[in-house]
């Protein structure tokens, strides 16, 4: 088993909040543990750029309540080429980096299974990601914060949706997965809920909208994620538009809102249980896993299971959205 003495931390693709708190307890707990740590800036363009700063206990004071991410982030192009690797994987040795915690979604982690594969760099992953679409844990870090945001904006669009008596049309987040969608539609009591995972042809958008309409309801949300087969909320709305003519409809994309703010209480615990694990996974010799809590238990699972397994959502919870509307 690699000797660590010396740890690397990045944050790498669209940031969450509750990363702050994961830095933060994976710098503290290493310390704690007699290691050193180095913070690597814009993720991993940052070790291609040799973009390191020595981490002490206080570099990471006053950031558990902060969103975004102290070390910044990026998605780096370089680093998906054999070339940016070697010269990342050079820089980390020269700096004697033993071992890398990556905090981030799919993308850092397919990053980091490369990087261990091709130069032997004993990785961790922390997942962080607003879309909660990882494997291998419950929820993911910044999800509910996320959740809550959208929310809380949902909330207000209904009220001025129920005065004047409108259709709202609210795009939320997430690309290839509707977990941000399929809750926010539950807890905000949507109308209809459109996801990526379920394929809704437009005509029966067009008829449950009709049923809602007859059932003369005083305002109608629907929520749409941003990766819905429809185009999401703006282009929904063209494509329907035609046939609600009598309808007053608006659109409203909530976007980047939902991965900004100071992260709950829940995010902060998940990210500060996970960031002081994933230490301990490295001293305890893993190589290559991800972090996550299943069942309110830490478990490891291998890294690329993490991002090549598509986590499901569970349709008995889109149910939820048809008997309850
Ligand atoms: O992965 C997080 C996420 O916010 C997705 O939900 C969204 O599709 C994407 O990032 C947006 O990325 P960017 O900030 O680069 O536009």
């Given at each position: 088993m690699k000797t660590i003495n010396k740890i690397g931390v990045l944050t790498s693709g669209g940031d969450s909040p509750g990363m702050n708190a994961a830095i933060r307890a994976v710098t503290r707990s290493a310390i704690y543990r007699g290691l050193e740590v180095t913070g690597i800036r814009y993720g991993y363009q940052g070790a291609i750029e040799a973009d390191f700063v020595e981490m002490h206990k206080?570099?990471?004071?006053?950031?558990?309540?902060?969103?975004?991410t102290i070390l910044k982030s990026a998605r780096s192009?370089?680093?998906?080429?054999k070339e940016g690797r070697a010269k990342a994987a050079k820089n980390l040795k020269a700096n004697k980096i033993d071992a890398l915690v990556v905090i981030g979604g799919d993308g850092t982690f397919q990053g980091a299974t490369i990087l261990h594969q091709e130069h032997g760099i004993p990785v961790v992953g922390i997942p962080g990601?607003?879309?909660?679409?990882?494997?291998?844990?419950?929820e993911t870090i910044g999800y509910d914060t996320a959740l809550n945001t959208a929310l809380e904006a949902i909330d207000k669009i209904r009220d001025t949706a129920d005065a004047h008596e409108r259709m709202f049309l609210v795009e939320v987040m997430g690309r290839d997965a509707g977990f941000i969608a399929l809750e926010t539609g539950i807890a905000c009591g949507a109308e209809l809920t459109l996801l990526p995972e379920t394929l809704v042809h437009l005509n029966e958008i067009k008829s449950s909208l009709n049923e809602i309409l007859a059932n003369k309801k005083r305002s109608t949300l629907v929520i749409v994620a941003e990766g819905d087969e429809s185009g999401g909320a703006i282009q929904l709305q063209q494509s329907i538009k035609d046939d609600f003519k009598d309808i007053d409809m608006r659109v409203c994309v909530l976007g980047h809102i939902q991965r900004g703010g100071n992260p709950t209480a829940r995010d902060r615990v998940l990210a500060s249980r996970i960031g002081v694990a994933a230490v301990n996974a490295l001293l305890d010799g893993h190589v290559s896993v991800m972090v996550g809590i299943v069942n309110n238990n830490i478990k490891l699972t291998p890294l690329k299971s993490g991002w090549s397994k598509k986590k499901s959502i569970q349709m008995e919870m889109l149910d939820l959205v048809k008997i309850l509307k």
């Amino acid at each position: 088993m690699k000797t660590i003495n010396k740890i690397g931390v990045l944050t790498s693709g669209g940031d969450s909040p509750g990363m702050n708190a994961a830095i933060r307890a994976v710098t503290r707990s290493a310390i704690y543990r007699g290691l050193e740590v180095t913070g690597i800036r814009y993720g991993y363009q940052g070790a291609i750029e040799a973009d390191f700063v020595e981490m002490h206990k206080l570099s990471v004071s006053n950031t558990i309540q902060k969103g975004g991410t102290i070390l910044k982030s990026a998605r780096s192009k370089d680093f998906m080429t054999k070339e940016g690797r070697a010269k990342a994987a050079k820089n980390l040795k020269a700096n004697k980096i033993d071992a890398l915690v990556v905090i981030g979604g799919d993308g850092t982690f397919q990053g980091a299974t490369i990087l261990h594969q091709e130069h032997g760099i004993p990785v961790v992953g922390i997942p962080g990601t607003i879309d909660n679409d990882l494997s291998g844990t419950d929820e993911t870090i910044g999800y509910d914060t996320a959740l809550n945001t959208a929310l809380e904006a949902i909330d207000k669009i209904r009220d001025t949706a129920d005065a004047h008596e409108r259709m709202f049309l609210v795009e939320v987040m997430g690309r290839d997965a509707g977990f941000i969608a399929l809750e926010t539609g539950i807890a905000c009591g949507a109308e209809l809920t459109l996801l990526p995972e379920t394929l809704v042809h437009l005509n029966e958008i067009k008829s449950s909208l009709n049923e809602i309409l007859a059932n003369k309801k005083r305002s109608t949300l629907v929520i749409v994620a941003e990766g819905d087969e429809s185009g999401g909320a703006i282009q929904l709305q063209q494509s329907i538009k035609d046939d609600f003519k009598d309808i007053d409809m608006r659109v409203c994309v909530l976007g980047h809102i939902q991965r900004g703010g100071n992260p709950t209480a829940r995010d902060r615990v998940l990210a500060s249980r996970i960031g002081v694990a994933a230490v301990n996974a490295l001293l305890d010799g893993h190589v290559s896993v991800m972090v996550g809590i299943v069942n309110n238990n830490i478990k490891l699972t291998p890294l690329k299971s993490g991002w090549s397994k598509k986590k499901s959502i569970q349709m008995e919870m889109l149910d939820l959205v048809k008997i309850l509307k």
